[in-house]
């Protein structure tokens, strides 16, 4: 059996030559996956009966299933997505209030190898790398189960992308051709993997480029970072400065604020300091303790105080708005399994 999920055209196409039907049928079965998020071939209505039979004997929509689904007071909507292996996987939906974008949030990996000290997913190790298709099966999940159309990507989900970038650069090319996202509303996020950044710079892509930092200096970095150990801040600078060189996009610098770790006022100089000379925007994430480990979220008026002397600095620095803390949808908090 074929799944329709994830084909290009062309690969339509050769199912429906191998049927004897027109190329427009393959433009019409196309956009039904993808900008109509059919859940079945009978929702297919404007194809014959007949033809609908035909393709149900070689073809599905989807072999993926919505194992469990948790709904935020705030909107937000968690998916744990189960592939025909058996592995789990989180995509999360946020809507933000007074903007019409739909952001999914979707995993590259199948749990992540990096380790990081406040994330739920490096707890548990890394199992595997997702294909593009099933990366984007979880796109065409929500829009299915919501009938919504997502606007905005972001790989800021279980896995670390750039470790998996050939399905990630692939599946990001199908989300601007297929769902007709714009590039610069598909936003990649890394912990820094060095020299795939460099490669990453060399793709012709305007999507958004963000650096998990959440540290001022080189210390604090490696206590909760252990990839800070192989690719140190200096190395990650001067990688960094190179993508901007190279594509002209502004980064975002993703800065998660620990009570009494890295949210003092010296760590908002210092940071300010490190990130002088590169063009980019902040993004505040005050910690959402877990029963995990012992980190604290400082209190507003250190969130605000920390952000008010980054501003200080010349950046544009956002707080970002939390979503879904109560369905465990927050930062750092997805695990790909159920407990
Ligand atoms: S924060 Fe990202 S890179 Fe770090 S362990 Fe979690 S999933 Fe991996």
Request: a positive charge; hydrophobic letters at 35%.
């Amino acid at each position: 059996m074929e799944i329709l999920s994830g084909l290009s055209l062309a690969e339509i196409e050769q199912i429906t030559d191998n049927l004897h039907a027109s190329k427009f049928r393959a433009r019409q079965i196309h956009n039904w996956i993808y900008l109509k998020s059919v859940k079945n071939i009978d929702e297919m209505t404007d194809l014959s009966v007949k033809f609908r039979d035909e393709l149900k004997k070689v073809s599905l929509v989807t072999d993926v299933k919505i194992k469990v689904k948790q709904v935020s007071s705030d909107g937000t909507i968690k998916y744990l997505i189960e592939y025909p292996d058996g592995e789990c996987v989180e995509t999360v939906l946020m809507r933000f209030d007074n903007r019409a974008n739909l952001t999914a949030c979707v995993s590259s990996q199948i749990g992540c190898a990096v380790n990081c000290s406040f994330c739920a997913t490096g707890k548990c190790g890394f199992i595997r790398n997702l294909t593009y298709k099933e990366i984007i099966e979880q796109v065409l999940t929500i829009q299915r189960d919501t009938g919504l159309k997502v606007t905005n990507i972001v790989f800021m989900g279980q896995g670390e992308p750039l470790l998996n970038l050939d399905n990630v650069l692939k599946a990001m090319e199908i989300f601007n051709e297929n769902f007709q996202i714009g590039a610069r509303r598909l936003t990649v996020s890394t912990s820094g993997i060095v020299p795939q950044i460099y490669k990453l710079a060399e793709n012709d892509m305007q999507s958004t480029l963000a650096i998990s930092l959440h540290a001022p200096n080189h210390e604090i970095r490696k206590k909760i970072m252990p990839i800070e150990n192989k690719y140190d801040m200096k190395e990650l600078k001067t990688a960094l400065k190179k993508y901007v060189d190279k594509t002209g996009r502004r980064i975002t610098v993703e800065y998660l604020l620990i009570k009494d770790l890295n949210d003092s006022a010296d760590a908002a100089k210092e940071l300010a300091e490190y990130l002088s000379d590169i063009k980019c925007n902040i993004n505040l994430i005050p910690y959402n303790p877990t029963a995990k480990n012992d980190y604290q979220r400082p209190s507003n008026n250190s969130i605000q105080k920390f952000k008010y002397l980054l501003e200080h600095s010349g950046k544009k620095v956002t707080v970002r708005l939390e979503r879904g803390a109560d369905i465990d949808a927050a930062c750092g908090q997805l695990r790909g399994k159920v407990d």
